[in-house]
């Protein structure tokens, strides 16, 4: 399920997922204040029972301070899977994070860095993600699925994008 737009790129929704994390991690959002399910619709993430999912909500609501990038991915993704994406942008993490405490169930996706994706996790905000049945898991390096910051009692809730060092 991948729209070929030249040899080297592939757009499908777990790659889609994948590259909005931008410069931290993307998370799938969805647990938002503690219930429900991402846009809405009473479903988590792991709800899903196949890959790709046979049936998913019409709309992909994203959070992230890229907004060109941001831009051209919401308009590929839309394409290749019928959805209706948006996104607002944000200048600091604290306006969608105040969002999550607030309960909005309405965030399927966020751009975020590693201390605000550790606080959502913490406070339980955020839906686990459903790798095991997804087969581009495979595909992502040892080194950024084991970033324990980003997992929780063996649970993965986000995927870095790049893992920077610091000292």
């Known amino acids: 399920m991948a729209n070929e737009t030249n040899d080297n790129l592939s757009v ?11 410069a931290g991690a993307f998370t799938i959002a969805g647990c938002l ?17 196949s890959w790709p999912p046979e ?25 290749e899977f019928d959805v209706e994406v948006s996104n607002s942008g944000f200048s600091s993490p604290n306006q969608w994070y105040s969002q ?8 399927d996706n966020i751009a975020a860095t590693t201390n605000w994706v550790e606080r959502s996790i913490e406070n339980d905000f955020l839906h686990e993600i459903p790798v095991d049945i997804m087969p581009a898991w495979e595909n ?10 980003y997992q929780q009692d063996g649970s993965v809730y986000a995927v870095p994008e790049s893992l920077v060092p610091t000292h």
């Open 140 to 149: 992502v390096s040892d080194r950024i699925k084991d970033a324990s910051s």
């Open 100 to 107: 999550l405490q607030a309960g909005n169930e309405e965030i």
């Open 55 to 79: 049936d998913y909500s019409e709309n992909l609501a994203m959070r992230n301070w890229y907004d060109d990038w941001a831009e051209w991915a919401m308009d590929e993704f839309g394409s």
């Open 33 to 49: 204040g503690g219930g429900g399910g991402g846009g809405g619709d009473g479903r988590a993430p792991m709800d899903i029972e």
């Open 12 to 22: 499908d929704r777990r790659r889609f997922l994948q590259a909005a994390s931008a």
